[in-house]
């Protein structure tokens, strides 16, 4: 199983697209949070019961920019949301891999390190940008720079996931340019992690 990590505007989406259309299958653990945060499913149901209904619209979803807000305000409250959601999502992550037994699978996510999903893998690529150029990114694509800051700043397990990382993709140029990398040394990676899944 392949790891694809890296912070919020990094490009791990890209990066993924072009494995799923190589055939791989690909646990997106952003969509799955989203898909278990909806009014009654399991995370909806672990948030209101460790942090109240304060966080709830008035029709009862799951209020998730008041909780991000929340949640990067301060570390211990990332600390708080991280204990409920994780473990939910680890569960997730194992379901997929027993409906999946003989295909290779991606698991898309920066909370790999802290997730405890390493020793799920047999290989880590980790996708690099200049912090400056993922707020560029993700002001463009969906926040405002204070909350673009407050999510780059809450990503403190980034240089842990870094470190256990087998291969660094640096990825500073257009969407493009990452699709070519990636296909370029696609070849050289599903080689190796044929060769990690024999050993």
Same mark, same amino acid.
């Given at each position: 199983?392949? $790891?694809?990590? /890296?912070?919020? /505007?990094?490009?791990?989406?890209?990066?993924?697209?072009?494995?799923?259309?190589?055939?791989?299958?690909?646990?997106?653990?952003?969509?799955?949070?989203?898909?278990?945060?909806?009014? /009654?499913?399991?995370?909806?149901?672990?948030?209101?019961?460790?942090?109240?209904?304060?966080?709830?619209?008035?029709? $009862?979803?799951?209020?998730?920019?008041?909780?991000?807000?929340?949640?990067?305000?301060?570390?211990?409250?990332?600390?708080?949301?991280?204990?409920?959601?994780?473990?939910?999502?680890?569960?997730?992550?194992?379901?997929?891999?027993?409906?999946?037994?003989?295909?290779?699978?991606?698991?898309?996510?920066?909370?790999?390190?802290?997730?405890?999903?390493?020793?799920?893998?047999?290989?880590?690529?980790?996708?690099?940008?200049?912090?400056?150029?993922?707020?560029?990114?993700?002001?463009?694509?969906?926040?405002?720079?204070?909350?673009?800051?407050?999510?780059?700043?809450?990503?403190?397990?980034?240089?842990?996931?870094?470190?256990?990382?087998?291969?660094?993709?640096?990825?500073?140029?257009?969407?493009?340019?990452?699709?070519?990398?990636?296909?370029?040394?696609?070849?050289?990676?599903?080689?190796?992690?044929?060769?990690?899944?024999?050993?």
């Amino acid at each position: 199983m392949l $790891g694809v990590g /890296g912070g919020a /505007g990094a490009g791990k989406t890209t990066l993924v697209a072009v494995l799923g259309r190589r055939g791989w299958s690909v646990l997106d653990l952003d969509g799955e949070a989203r898909r278990l945060c909806r009014k /009654g499913e399991d995370m909806w149901k672990a948030l209101v019961r460790e942090f109240g209904p304060s966080f709830l619209e008035s029709n $009862g979803n799951l209020d998730r920019k008041k909780m991000g807000w929340f949640a990067f305000k301060r570390r211990k409250n990332l600390l708080s949301l991280n204990r409920v959601t994780h473990s939910l999502l680890f569960r997730e992550a194992r379901k997929h891999i027993a409906r999946t037994q003989g295909k290779g699978i991606v698991i898309d996510g920066a909370i790999l390190y802290e997730g405890g999903f390493l020793p799920l893998l047999d290989m880590l690529i980790f996708v690099e940008v200049d912090p400056r150029e993922r707020m560029k990114r993700m002001c463009k694509k969906c926040c405002t720079e204070r909350e673009a800051q407050r999510r780059v700043n809450g990503q403190i397990f980034l240089p842990s996931l870094r470190r256990h990382s087998d291969i660094v993709l640096q990825n500073q140029g257009t969407r493009e340019e990452l699709k070519g990398i990636t296909e370029n040394i696609l070849d050289i990676i599903e080689k190796r992690f044929l060769l990690s899944r024999a050993e």
